[in-house]
């Protein structure tokens, strides 16, 4: 029983230093119009993704339920703690990997996959919740394709309403009503994202016994979760934002704007569903939509394509390194 203490302290450990990972990689998301078009400053934008991110976190638990049951069962998983700390360290190698390079890649993707693998290399294809696993997987399919199609129809809508209106005026309008989405958006952020470690600190709990079942997320689990989240959020992921509201097209703040309330009302529905999302793809999403209602040339689609090739291998990855890492530590245990 000691040694399965230290088993939970190290998926406390990684659990959090993934929840900080998460908060610099996915959070730079959140914020990179709100600065690139220089409605907030870098260091305001940081705050205030801070405070909305744990504040979003302390609120809901239906994400969290979800990943801690959903893929596997926790309960009747062999060595489950231990295919814990394998996937924890898979999806924080691909994290840096990808905040390294500046792509950005899908923080709930490398999770998702690297629980799927470590699961897999631990009690074959029969431990994983087909059903669920499923459910998560289409979650995460679909939410990107409807935040293309929001983020174009609400900028169209925009384009229409402000047509005759003076170019200036406009942008020192939305300029300011993206202080409102970039804190919104923060705001979702934390309600499906930091919600996803809650989940797997809560699964290694059930799995080492010291819990019945994953119906209730201890508040020393969402505290710690929302904490990290927010000190991860202050660190920021500057290439990340560059890539995210520079490169992809010219946004102005009518697009960073359209691009924010429509983001954040497709994670805030999949946090109410009880659905994991990537926000990284949800935020790209809106804004590749946003930038082909402004003009469909004016969108870099090179750099487009890379980002969704990259969403298309995280998941193989990390299911197979998640896989080998598990391997490896079978030989040390």
Known sequence: MDMMYIWVGAVIFLALAFDFINGFHDTANAIAT???????????????????????????????????????????????????????????????????????????????????????????????????????????????????????????ILKKIFAKSSPHQINKGFRTGQIITAAFQSFTHGTNDAQKAMGIMTFALVAAELQED????????????????????????????????????????????????????????????????STTHVITSSILGVGSAKRFSAVKWGLAGRIVISWIITIPITVLLAALIYQIMRIFM
């Open 34 to 156: 709100s600065v690139s078009t220089r409605a907030l400053s870098p260091r305001v934008a940081i705050v205030l993704a801070s405070v909305m991110n744990f504040t979003g976190a302390m609120l809901f638990t239906g994400v969290a339920k979800k990943i801690g049951s959903g893929i596997a069962d926790p309960a009747t998983l062999e060595n489950g703690v231990q295919v814990i700390v394998a996937t924890l360290i898979s999806a924080i190698i691909w994290n840096l990997i990808t905040w390294w390079l500046g792509i950005p890649s899908s923080s709930s993707h490398a999770l998702v996959g690297s629980l799927a693998g470590a699961v897999v290399s631990a009690d074959g294809f029969a431990g994983i919740n087909g059903g669920g696993f499923i459910d998560i997987v289409k979650a995460l399919i679909f939410s990107p394709l409807i935040a293309f199609a929001g983020g174009f129809i609400v900028m169209w």
């Open 214 to 277: 994953v119906s209730v997320i201890p508040l020393w689990v969402k505290i710690s979760a929302a904490t990290a989240m927010a000190l991860g959020t202050s660190v920021g992921g500057w290439k990340i934002i560059k890539t995210m509201g520079t490169k992809i097209f010219k946004i102005e703040p009518i697009n960073g704007f359209a691009a924010d309330i429509t983001s954040a009302t497709v994670i805030l529905t999949a946090t109410l569903t009880h659905m994991p999302v």
